[in-house]
């Protein structure tokens, strides 16, 4: 509890100062109507605190027939609102105030019209109190109900006048009781007409107190008075003195309002976190829908294809560009009907996750910001599966090398078969000598050149081509991998930016406003 006499004004004033950040974020969460209720009371407080502590707002509320402008009538020491034993009713809010403080703009607030002064010494016990005879809450005129029910939401302490007919009427308990069950500290009861009763209303009083205490008021201790004799007004003084003297009872409303209106934003257990072992079970899940591991074998495909491509035989590989592309079977969020489908679930299991032990409205916060760029997230997964799949196919400096060995052997296959069918046609149509054309080969005198040319563009070609596989498929299967962990790093990073990261959002939003609600805790 704040005391005044400490400068309660610093302290509820960064209370408020959190309740008004918490209503900022509370926008993106909650229906319009919470938000709005929430930032109603807040402003109430506000206002409240405004016109400061110098006066304590006491209401005398109650049914009809109660007494209660006789007990304000006693406090005052005149008749200041009139009584009536065939009807007693009051049908307007009167405000008495004691002292010589201006009590104007505060009432002005409360909107109450009919006001009287008791002028009194600063050190009367009574000095600083404004008491409100409010209207019966039982009137059959409409308009008196909404005026109890209107003051009842704004005063600083609450006297429930009963008498020993009316004291466990329903519509007092569960009309007002029990609603401001929460607001105990603000609450006081008292039993009118004790003296009508043989022991003074003890009995009565205590039966009284128990009925609070199923409303939820424990230890309250209804104070049995007589409006008629002044028997127990001596206590009842005190009781009010008490929250004059103490300047806090304004304060006390204050924070009890606050409590109030913050269970509406304060939602059971916690959210799970968002970056731990959930995150990982997401990834994983987007990895497998994004097919990471059908990518890499893609990848390797893409790889051998290209190195067989850039260093196979140059005379077979136009049967390897009719093949079908290792791409085509390229995988991911798009491409195949399941994969979308896949990446979803490992979205809503994700929320789920974070937000099972939370109720409303987290569970839908947490699912909104996991799936707000969704279609982002599918579109990122995507590219990233081809990309890291395409670069997989990148070429390596030694492809070159045995490119440049493959067209150099096929050109001189090409040149020796090119040379034997000049020599067949000239010596075979033109009937030429041809044995000038058919030099030896160097070191190979049995065979001629343009043969060898042929024979050996063509074996060590072949021979070449077979070699190159060795290191090709050591070096497709790394690619592979590497594709596999590319994809599965840039897997992560989306996830991050389009699900976890927003979720997070979501997570801190709720612990800040947690913590700007949260009471102030005593030193």
């Given at each position: 509890m704040t005391d005044l006499r400490d400068g309660p004004d610093t302290a509820l004033q960064a209370r408020l100062d959190g309740f008004a950040e918490a209503a900022a974020l509370s926008s993106k969460y909650y229906t319009e109507d919470?938000?709005?209720?929430?930032?109603?009371?807040?402003?109430?407080?506000?206002?409240?605190?405004r016109h400061g502590t110098t006066h304590t707002v006491v209401a005398i509320a109650g049914a009809t027939g109660s007494g209660k402008s006789s007990i304000v009538n006693r406090f005052a020491g005149t008749e200041l609102t009139k009584s009536s034993v065939r009807r007693p009713t009051t049908s307007a809010t009167h405000a008495v105030v004691w002292g010589e403080s201006d009590a104007g703009p505060l009432l002005d607030w409360l909107e109450v019209p009919h006001r009287y002064l008791?002028?009194?010494?600063?050190?009367?016990?009574?000095?600083?109190?404004?008491?409100?005879?409010?209207?019966?809450?039982?009137?059959?005129?409409?308009?008196?109900?909404?005026?109890?029910?209107?003051?009842?939401?704004?005063?600083?302490?609450?006297?429930?006048?009963?008498?020993?007919?009316?004291?466990?009427?329903?519509?007092?308990?569960l009309g007002y009781i029990q609603p401001l069950a929460s607001h105990a500290g603000i609450l006081r009861f008292v039993l009118n007409q004790a003296d009508r009763l043989d022991d003074g209303g003890v009995s009565v009083a205590a039966?009284?107190?128990?009925?609070?205490?199923?409303?939820?008021?424990?230890?309250?201790?209804?104070?049995?008075?007589?409006?008629?004799?002044?028997?127990?007004?001596?206590?009842?003084?005190?009781?009010?003195?008490?929250?004059?003297?103490?300047?806090?009872?304004?304060l006390v409303r204050?924070?009890?309002?606050?409590?109030?209106?913050?269970?509406?934003?304060?939602?059971?257990?916690?959210?799970?976190d968002p970056q731990g072992t959930l995150a990982a079970e997401l990834i994983s899940g987007l990895s497998e829908a994004s097919g990471a591991v059908e990518a890499a074998d893609v990848a390797e495909r893409h790889h051998k294809r290209q190195g067989s491509l850039a260093m196979g035989w140059p005379f077979t590989r136009w049967a390897r560009r009719l093949a079908k592309k290792p791409l085509a079977d390229l995988p991911g969020p798009g491409r195949t009907g399941a994969a979308a489908p896949r990446a979803d679930l490992a979205i809503r299991d994700y929320a789920e996750a974070v937000a099972a032990d939370v109720d409303t409205p987290w569970p839908r916060a947490v699912r909104n910001a996991a799936t707000s760029e969704r279609d982002e997230l599918l579109d990122d997964l995507r590219q990233s599966v081809g990309r890291a799949t395409v670069q997989a196919g990148s070429k390596p400096a030694w492809w070159q090398v045995i490119g440049w060995l493959q067209k150099l052997l096929a050109g001189a296959a090409i040149v020796g078969?090119?040379?034997?069918?000049?020599?067949?046609?000239?010596?075979?149509?033109?009937?030429?000598?041809?044995?000038?054309?058919?030099?030896?080969t160097p070191e190979a005198e049995w065979i001629p050149l343009p043969s060898a040319l042929l024979i050996l563009g063509v074996i060590i070609g072949l021979i070449v081509g077979l070699l190159a596989r060795i290191p090709l498929g050591v070096g497709a299967k790394r690619r592979g991998r590497r594709a596999r962990k590319e994809i599965e790093r840039q897997v992560e990073a989306h996830a991050k930016s389009r699900v976890i990261d927003p979720v997070q959002v979501v997570a801190n939003d709720r612990t800040r406003i947690a913590q700007a609600i949260a009471p102030p805790t005593d030193p």
């Open positions: 919470q938000v709005a209720a929430f930032e109603a009371q807040r402003d109430k407080a506000s206002e409240r605190l008791v002028e009194t010494e600063p050190d009367h016990p009574l000095a600083g109190l404004v008491l409100l005879d409010l209207p019966d809450h039982d009137s059959t005129a409409f308009e008196h109900r909404i005026e109890v029910d209107r003051l009842v939401e704004l005063v600083d302490v609450l006297v429930w006048v009963t008498d020993p007919q009316k004291y466990a009427d329903a519509a007092l308990h039966d009284f107190g128990r009925l609070l205490a199923e409303d939820g008021i424990a230890g309250a201790e209804p104070l049995a008075v007589s409006a008629l004799t002044g028997m127990g007004f001596d206590e009842f003084t005190h009781v009010l003195r008490g929250a004059i003297d103490a300047r806090n009872a304004a204050v924070e009890a309002d606050l409590n109030e209106v913050a269970k509406g934003l304060v939602s059971t257990g916690e959210l799970a078969l090119v040379w034997l069918i000049v020599v067949a046609i000239l010596g075979g149509f033109f009937m030429f000598d041809t044995e000038p054309l058919l030099p030896p």
